[in-house]
């Protein structure tokens, strides 16, 4: 099992999550982050962290989020680590709480 980044890490990206990681399983895209579900060891530390309740356990996942869990694996494979907390995206504020994010996923990676 994994844990999932879904959409309202969307242009949000406040990264509390990879500061607690164990293993640093995260990947940074341009607008999200994902957790690479083949270093992730299922240790629910992450999930707390994140101000947008943005992760869930694979099992858990919402269905609206559902395409999210094949969306990390695809990622995690083009997106390089991040393996310590960094500024959230400058409105990230102003988008914590929008719906329907999905349009605005951006598939570039991160830097
Ligand atoms: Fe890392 Fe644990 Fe979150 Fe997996 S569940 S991404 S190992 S903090």
């Known amino acids: 099992m994994t844990y999932v980044v879904t959409e309202p890490c969307i242009k949000c ?22 957790i690479d579900p083949d270093s992730c060891i299922d240790c629910g530390a992450c999930e707390p962290e994140c101000p947008t309740t943005a992760i869930f356990e694979e099992g858990e996942v919402p269905e609206k ?11 995690a494979e083009q997106w390089p680590d991040i393996t310590e907390q960094r500024e959230a995206l400058p409105d990230a504020e102003k988008w914590k709480d929008v719906e329907d994010k999905k349009s ?6 991160g830097s």
């Open 65 to 75: 989020w559902a395409d999210y869990t094949k969306l990390n694996a695809t990622y």
């Open 13 to 34: 990206r406040y990264s509390a999550c990879v500061a607690v990681c164990p293993v640093d399983a995260f990947k940074m895209g341009a607008n999200m982050l994902v």
């Open 104 to 109: 605005l996923f951006d598939p570039n990676p």
